[in-house]
């Protein structure tokens, strides 16, 4: 029941150049043109990220995949009965996301945008990389991970499991911070829910993480980004949790992006636990 991994983000962006200079230099990712947009491809999927030009800097919406046609209309019909309205989207939109049956809602928790779909197109050419870079952890763990900053931490994580089938891998409580890390699938967390704050506002985007293969792809593009003058946001570190290594940068839309690698993977045998801090080693925040 409920999700199978996170597929696919589409943002709309004032900063195509910004974006294309980050996504095709630092993250070596394959640009795809189509009619002014451009879709990236990281692995065997015909794209993951999508950017589109637009007046205003959003993430359009992040993609949910199930295994089937069946799964799909069982998640839809336990997100009608929990009264969320879903619409079924037309071939326009399906021809343009890559899937074979798409639906969309709005999140009761988070409030954006998701969609929900089957039958990725896979391309029989392998993904041919902008940098030389050993490529993306993805397969059946997705894409990587998100993390928003909700209103209602509890009512948030209870409606990620009962409705959209996560489980909880562990918590991180620190300063004035309190989150909660969740998998679909053997991915530490696909989805992390943080409570707002002040400067933190409910349904933002606090960052995405991508996965490398190897950490010199992590540690060359630290290089690329620092000589590039992009804001890095937390050097390089280790996490407690999912010992992801991994550094944060800002991205032209003001959301951060998590460059990692060597995340652990969840098991038969595996506990939740609670932790302190949310770093081994490292994650210093620049300035500090
Ligand atoms: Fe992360």
Redesign the pocket.
Known sequence: MGVDSLGYIALTTTKMDEWRTLLERVFGMEPRMRDGAIDYRIDGYHHRITLTPDTTDSVEVIGWELGSSEALATLVKILQDRGVAVTMEGADLRARRKVKELCSFTCPMIGNRQELYYGPLISNTPFAPSRGISGYKTGTLGLG?V?YWVKDLAASVKFYQDVMGFAISDYIAWDNNDAVFMHCNRRHHTL?LMQDGPNTPAGALM?L?VEANSYDDVGYGYDLVRDMGIPVMIEPGKHSNDH?Q?FYLQTPSGFWL?Y?YGGIEIGPDWQVRNYDAPMLWGHRFVGS
Do not use: N
């Open positions: 991970h993390v992390a960052h993480m992801m991994s998590e990692g």
